[in-house]
């Protein structure tokens, strides 16, 4: 709760996109790669194991409101992210977006990040529909070292 329970405000107080590459912690905060103007983390409550976010260092709320260097960035980080979780975890495709807004499911509004969400065949079952439950069968943290070693492969 105290990972989804802060508000973001925009100026990177209660913003983990802020707070957690600022603490130089990688590992601890599931940050798998860092560009110059955005990075790469581990969601910490996926929706299947590999479940990647990719976010500007820079807190804002739409894409249009990114610069150019940012969304080129973005899109490399996304290109690899799939590199990455092809060679770790051999998925069959994935589901790529962007929730713009609270009213679109977004979590952090005042801070546009993409989601990487990695999908096998069959993957999906009566446990999300019946009883809100998601299945995952690795931890965070093997999920962490199986794709962190892709990507420094990927230098």
């Known amino acids: 709760m105290v990972?989804?329970?802060?508000?973001?405000?925009?100026s990177g107080e209660g913003?983990?996109?802020?707070?957690?590459?600022?603490?130089?912690?990688?590992?601890?905060?599931?940050?798998?790669r860092r560009g110059k103007t955005a990075f790469v983390?581990?969601?910490?409550?996926?929706?299947?194991?590999?479940?990647?976010?990719i976010a500007p260092y820079r807190a804002v709320a739409e894409p249009g409101d990114l610069s150019d260097?940012?969304?080129l960035e973005i899109q490399k980080l996304c290109v690899?992210?799939?590199r990455w979780l092809k060679e770790s975890h051999r998925p069959?495709?994935?589901?790529?977006g962007v929730n713009v807004g609270r009213a679109a499911g977004a979590g952090i509004p005042n801070h546009v990040h993409w989601h990487i969400v990695p999908r096998w065949e069959g993957d999906?079952?009566?446990?999300?529909?019946?009883g809100a439950v998601r299945v995952m069968p690795?931890?965070?943290?093997?999920?962490?070292?199986?794709?962190?070693?892709a990507a420094d492969r990927d230098l």
Do not use: C, W
């Open 3 to 10: 990972y989804v329970g802060k508000p973001s405000t925009g």
């Open 138 to 149: 690795q931890s965070l943290q093997d999920a962490y070292d199986r794709i962190k070693e």
């Open 124 to 130: 999906t079952n009566f446990m999300g529909a019946v």
């Open 15 to 32: 913003d983990i996109f802020v707070e957690m590459p600022a603490q130089n912690d990688d590992r601890t905060n599931l940050i798998v």
């Open 69 to 71: 260097e940012e969304l």
């Open 92 to 96: 069959h495709g994935f589901n790529i």
């Open 80 to 82: 690899a992210g799939i």
């Open 41 to 53: 983390m581990l969601n910490a409550f996926p929706y299947s194991s590999g479940h990647m976010l």
